[in-house]
């Protein structure tokens, strides 16, 4: 379910109508009253907790890493994709568990789709138009992050130069990927559908 907010973005509502931007702003207080007795509430609760430990655990990563720099902006990309999760979609596993038997932390293909087209609609001449995102074998990376392969349709302009264009969109969308989920993208096959004059 989604409402227009007054900046004119789509907000994202759980079933019983409260947003789920309002649960994840009070995800470290207690759960009031209407949350305590609320299924929708306490099942999104559930799930938040876990994005916030996902994120908590990202940027400790990024922190030990000399290579990389910590991403401020972490905890708003994961509640970006929180916010896909209200549509349905094959679910996909962000890390291999440990133990094995403890809950999958998971988010739909949807999500990272949305992400995918949003990183491609972003370079200049390049429009998004499908996304698939897929789990290949072996499922995990050395470090136990799930991998994944994308496939992206796509529009260009006529002034665009696909072979470096295409190295690009290839970087940018595994370099966005990894840093908003966690996900090893060992692929991105494209596929140019159509030319358009800009």
Do not use: Y
């Not at 309002?22 to 099942?43: G, N």
């Not at 970006?80 to 932390?105: F, I, S, W, Y």
């Not at 990272?112 to 390049?126: C, F, M």
Request: glycine share 6%; with cysteine; aromatic share 2%.
């Amino acid at each position: 379910m989604t409402s227009t907010n007054e900046t004119g973005h789509d907000e994202a509502r759980l079933g019983c109508g409260r947003p789920i931007d309002d649960l994840w702003a009070r995800i470290e207080e207690p759960p009031d009253e209407h949350e305590r007795s609320c299924p929708d509430c306490q099942a999104a609760r559930a799930s938040l907790g876990r994005l916030e430990e996902a994120a908590r655990d990202l940027r400790t990563s990024d922190e030990r890493d000399p290579g990389m720099q910590p991403s401020d902006r972490a905890k708003a990309s994961i509640m970006e994709l929180a916010r896909a999760e209200v549509r349905r979609g094959q679910m996909l596993p962000l890390r291999q568990t440990t133990p094995p038997e403890a809950p999958d932390l998971a988010i739909s293909e949807q999500s990272v789709a949305t992400l995918v087209r949003r990183t491609a609609d972003g370079i200049p001449g390049v429009m998004a138009r499908r996304c698939r995102v897929r789990t290949v074998e072996p499922a995990h990376h050395a470090d136990g992050r799930s991998r994944v392969r994308v496939e992206l349709s796509t529009a260009l302009s006529a002034r665009t130069r696909m072979a470096s264009l295409a190295a690009d969109l290839r970087q940018r969308v595994r370099t966005s990927v990894r840093e908003q989920t966690g996900l090893d993208v060992v692929a991105v096959d494209i596929t140019v559908e159509d030319v358009f004059d800009a």
